[in-house]
C-alpha cells in the first residue's frame, strides 16, 4: 500500500506542476504576446516578449510553491491545561 500511495503522491506532484505550467505560458505568456504582437505593433519581438513574461511567471509561480512547500514549521507552545 505504500507504493501506491507514494505513486499517487508522484502523479499530483506532477499534476500541480503542469498546471502552473500551463497557467503561466498559456494564462500568461499567450496573451501578453499576442497583445504586444498584434495590438501593441511589436510583431515578433511583442511574441518573444510575451514568451519571456510566461517563462516568468511560471518561474515565479514554481518558486513561491518550492518555498511553501519547504517552509518549516514554527516551534509548537505547549499548551496549560487547568
Known amino acids: 500500500m ?10 499530483r506532484f506532477f499534476l ?3 498546471a502552473l505550467a500551463a497557467f ?5 505568456g499567450f496573451p501578453t504576446g499576442y497583445v504586444l504582437a498584434f495590438h501593441a505593433g511589436l510583431g ?10 510566461g517563462l516568468a511567471s511560471v518561474a515565479l509561480l514554481m518558486t513561491l ?8 514549521a ?3 507552545q505547549p499548551t496549560t491545561q487547568g
Open 2 to 11: 505504500a507504493g501506491l500511495r507514494n505513486i499517487n503522491l508522484a502523479v
Open 16 to 18: 500541480e506542476l503542469a
Open 24 to 28: 503561466g505560458y498559456w494564462g500568461v
Open 44 to 53: 515578433a519581438r511583442g511574441l518573444w516578449w510575451g514568451l519571456a513574461a
Open 65 to 72: 510553491r518550492f518555498h511553501r512547500m519547504t517552509r518549516v
Open 74 to 76: 514554527p516551534p509548537r
